[in-house]
């Protein structure tokens, strides 16, 4: 590997984009430390803490997704998450919207899908903008005098200057992603997700090592050998699903055009195992903590309001709880996955092009047997988004060290490096170097 990094760094286009890369990143890191004028830190760190123990790990998501940035309440608070949110409403507009499925379709409808989810992005920045602004004036109304005053002078110039902060900071954001996949490597906005992610793990540890040394928090070698054994068995399932397909063979015919055979050959349509990647995940998330943040935010001593607490609590997650979310999370896998993939279309695709499954009629046929194994493959990976959502938190918070080894964020990251390493191993390629696999392919055939 490490000849690897350098052969890659021997290719100037690629030694360009790497450097370029990292040189975003770290500006998006340096924002996510620049807090919000305004604002009294330590009256924000009370005010956020309770609010995360009342609502659950809605804010927390959001928390991760961000890199810190939202409980610090700086520039890039909102993060990359209205983005995710304007993204995923686009992709099920067509389905509503039939002009919306025509433009989508067309030479340059991707481009002007593109720009509407801009649009989107700023204008979810800006709600949200206003929401919080709002909350941070008036905490009282969800932790009640705890918090003590968090905005030391919350005119209507500051509510418009934070919401007008948070709106270009989350565009700002946007645009190095944008950069990174246009001129660096991978895709920016997941790198810029990853790297978020990321920059929560040290203070993960320091809790995990912090309960290792404390005596009366009961943590011991064994917990934390469990723990370790956990996050690699959830990264080995993670590449496994992430790399596993369905290779369905395609045969085209033979075509004679002006003298000239065409066709006649043979190759395989690769259906992924986990084609929802960690939409419904975070779906399913958004969804557990909205009735837990109602909850957080009602009267606490109506005795059904306590009930529902204990029941829809995620820091201590019951048997109802993780049951509902293993189902949601099931349930929306296979659902992002027919938005992805359309068999029907798959099937006029293959019949406009002259390509057939051996066996099958071309048309309904075809489209009936994708739908089939679709259906068959997407099962495994549904539970495998389950457990590995699921699995984690039982285990976590009965060791008391949080969400430490979190679902969403190990797809994220197992994903994100499996693809960038898959590019810098196409550069490599071209330019005849040795790469993180060719490698070993190597010296697997001199042996």
């Known amino acids: 590997m490490i000849k690897a990094i350098q052969n890659a760094f021997k290719i100037p286009e690629l030694r360009k984009r790497i450097i370029f890369s990292l040189l975003l990143l770290v500006v998006y890191r340096l924002g996510a430390h620049i807090t919000l004028p305004g604002i009294d830190d330590g009256a924000l760190e009370i005010f ?38 304007a993204a995923i ?26 720009q509407y989810t801009r649009y989107g992005t700023v204008l979810l920045s800006i709600v949200q903008g206003i929401t919080i602004t709002i909350l941070l004036r008036n905490p009282e109304q969800l932790v009640g005098g705890g918090a003590g005053v968090i905005v030391n002078n919350p005119t209507i110039w500051w509510h418009a200057l934070a919401v007008l902060t948070l709106t270009a900071g989350t565009a700002f954001v946007m645009w190095l992603g944008e950069q990174i996949t246009e001129r660096g490597i991978g895709q920016g906005i997941s ?27 009961g943590f011991e070698i064994i917990h934390l050998a469990g723990l370790i054994l956990l996050i690699v068995v959830a990264v080995s399932g993670t590449i496994f699903i992430h790399l596993s397909v369905r290779k369905i063979p395609i045969q085209y015919g033979r075509q004679i055009r002006g003298g000239k055979v065409f066709g006649g050959r043979s190759m395989h349509f690769p259906l992924r195992v986990n084609a929802a990647g960690m939409i419904p995940i975070i779906f399913a998330v958004y969804l557990m903590t909205f009735p837990g ?16 607490a204990s029941l829809m609590d995620p820091t201590n997650p019951s048997i109802f709880y993780l049951g509902i979310y293993a189902l949601l999370i099931i349930g929306f896998t296979y659902f992002y996955t027919a938005v992805q993939i359309n068999p029907v279309q798959i099937a006029e695709d293959l019949q406009k092009n002259g390509g057939f499954v051996p066996g099958l ?87």
Do not use: C
């Open 48 to 85: 956020f803490k309770e609010l995360m123990e009342r609502t659950g790990n809605v804010l927390a998501l959001i928390n991760v997704f961000s890199g810190g940035a939202f409980g610090q309440m700086t520039i890039f608070a909102l993060g990359i998450q209205p983005y995710i949110t």
């Open 361 to 447: 009629r071309p048309g309904k046929q075809t489209a009936d047997y994708f739908n089939t194994t679709l259906t068959r493959i997407t099962l495994p990976g549904a539970l495998f988004l389950a457990g590995i959502a699921v699995i984690p938190i039982a285990i976590t918070s009965g060791l008391g060290v949080g969400n430490m080894v979190d679902g969403a964020s190990i797809l994220i990251v197992v994903g994100v490096v499996l693809d960038t390493v898959s590019q810098i191993e196409s550069y490599l390629t071209m330019r005849h170097y040795d790469g993180f696999l060719k490698d070993r392919r190597l010296k697997g055939r001199r042996r």
């Open 293 to 308: 943040f109602f909850i957080g935010i009602m009267p606490q001593d109506w005795a059904w309001v306590g009930a529902m």
């Open 191 to 217: 790198i810029i997700i990853t790297v978020g992610i990321m920059a929560g793990f040290p203070s993960g540890v320091a809790t995990v090592f912090s309960r290792l040394f404390s005596p009366e928090a």
């Open 89 to 114: 409403i686009m992709q099920l507009l067509p389905m509503i919207i039939p002009s919306l499925e025509k433009l989508s379709k067309e030479p340059d409808g991707r481009k002007k899908i593109t």
